[in-house]
């Protein structure tokens, strides 16, 4: 992992832009967060999720169709590999993250993977291990939009950073 990008921090806001709720939160990006294990490059993240009471972990990647989650935060932690994630919906921008990263999307922010290297690997988890959704901002009805931002606004704040914890750049 690079080391002038370990530890720092970016954040990131987006519009609605009708089908892409997004946030009033920000997007937080933790770079060179977490030293991937090397025996098990994903344990680190779980590990550090779990500490910090993001719960619910799954080892994949990232869908290539924007989608969002609004019954839940989501944090992903990048274990293998690297990527160009689309952040906000087709009007969102494109942010490139590599092994040791971690993306926290806020509920509703929209989200997809243009592209990736071999053997990309990510692990996901959600505050207090909540339940998630999945909705498909643009194969659906705005109704879905307008129904999704009720919910948004009903999901509670973390009550700790996926990665700092109490004192994290994660609003609560």
Do not use: C
Request: hydrophobic content about 40%.
């Amino acid at each position: 992992m690079a080391g002038k990008r370990r530890g720092r921090i970016e954040t990131a806001l987006f519009e609605d832009d009708g089908r892409v709720p997004n946030s009033r939160l920000p997007v937080v990006i933790h770079r060179g967060a977490v030293e991937p294990d090397p025996d098990d490059p994903a344990r680190a993240f779980e590990r550090k999720f779990a500490e910090n009471d993001w719960r619910g972990s799954w080892r994949w990647s990232i869908f290539t169709f924007h989608h969002y989650h609004s019954t839940s935060h989501e944090v992903l932690g990048i274990a293998i590999g690297k990527a160009v994630l689309r952040l906000g919906g087709r009007k969102g921008r494109d942010f490139k993250v590599a092994a040791g990263d971690v993306i926290v999307l806020p509920a509703g922010t929209g989200h997809k993977r243009i592209e990736s290297s071999p053997g990309f690997l990510v692990v996901g988890a959600y505050p207090e291990g909540r339940d998630r959704d999945l909705i498909k901002p643009y194969a659906t009805s705005v109704a879905v939009h307008d129904a999704a931002l009720s919910r948004i606004a009903a999901v509670p704040l973390p009550e700790y950073d996926p990665v700092q914890g109490k004192k994290g750049a994660v609003p609560r």
